[in-house]
């Protein structure tokens, strides 16, 4: 028997279903995954993004503007972004290295440029600003805007005295620590042209209730499953409330206010020069402490012909996924030894598994 890595879609909260609905349906865009041991400092530069592909780097010839009319009529001289994405398996975390070019950078603390990222990491779909069905405006506010997908209006640059960042929503708790981080790096000052680096991560949640986070349920990143995801750029080159462009990802203007006008995302497993080729790990859930039944589950990756645990009570399985009994209670060693063409690994858990 042989076994591969396999992805699990995330959980869906609120009583709703995954949305198929999303926009781009020929467009399937990825997240790079980094190993937990490279995982990028949040300090404005851009050499620990220097592993990431090509292929995840998403450009200014992606976006189209939907509001002034120029669609994919974008001028690089004027304004040239590059945006990628990533992510570390068991960190619920978005990380983001935004790189763009702007002729005149405007950093008007009302109608400064903007970088705009809406996520909907359970694709619950649907509106996430204004609900309709609430008549009452400060109703919709406090208990539906931003609560199951989140939008992010960063300012690009900030500038003096100014938050990096306008949470739209009831919930300006998640863009902050421990929620939240940023770094920019630019050396251009106001009305100049010039690069700006910005370097964040944020956190999505299924669940972001406006009285903060005690009630908030974090949404889970699995391994191979898709996210909802999109963002736009507001270009301001003078200090008034008229943009020169909406440029954004989905190709569609609502993405900033209804999730079932996001992208796909799929959450990437780790590039083949990063893996190794074969990679022992397991969990485990006491499944009935009365009876101390704990069910194992192999998540080891790679090519695997043979499977053998050792349970720390003097017994053994060679099963995939083994349901063992412990006869008494105690905390116990269990070791997963595992084979195949790549060779041999193991791994063992000391005294995590605990019955009474």
Known sequence: MIKYACGITAAVLLGTSPSQSLQRTDTEFKIFQFPADM????DGQTDDWAMVPDSYAYGTDQLSDTVKGNFTNYDPEDLDVTVRV????????????????????????????????????????????ANPQIADEWESHFLFKGVHAQNY?????????????????????????????YA??????EGESGKLVLEFWITP?????????????????????????????????????????FWNLSHETH????????????????EPEY?????????????????????????????????????GDGTSSTEQHPIHQYQEPGEFVVILNIEGPQGKARRIKVNQVMVK
Request: aromatic share 20%; net charge negative; glycine share 6%.
């Open 275 to 311: 893996l190794k080729p074969l990679d022992a790990e397991y969990s485990f859930t006491i499944v009935d402490m009365d009876r101390r039944m704990v069910a194992f589950t192999d998540r080891s990756h790679g090519e695997i012909t043979s499977w053998s645990w050792d349970f």
């Open 205 to 245: 949640f299924d669940y972001a209730p406006y009285d903060g986070p005690e009630r908030a349920a974090v949404s889970k990143l699995e391994e191979s499953s898709l996210i909802a995801l999109s963002w736009s750029i507001l270009d301001f080159d003078e200090k008034d409330n008229e943009y020169e462009g």
């Open 39 to 42: 995982i990028p400092r949040v």
């Open 153 to 181: 209006h960063i300012f690009t640059p900030a500038g003096e005295g100014r938050d990096w960042v306008f949470v739209w929503g009831s919930q300006p708790w998640i863009g902050k620590l421990p929620y939240a981080n």
């Open 255 to 270: 993405m900033y206010d209804n999730a079932s006008n996001l992208c796909a995302f799929r959450l990437m497993p780790l």
């Open 86 to 129: 990533g992510w570390v398996k068991g960190l619920n975390r978005l990380y983001f290295l935004y790189e763009a070019y702007d002729d005149y950078w405007n950093m008007y603390y009302k109608y400064g440029d903007l970088f705009e990222v809406a996520v909907d990491a359970d694709r619950s779909g649907g509106p996430n600003i």
């Open 184 to 189: 920019y790096s630019y050396d251009f000052e």
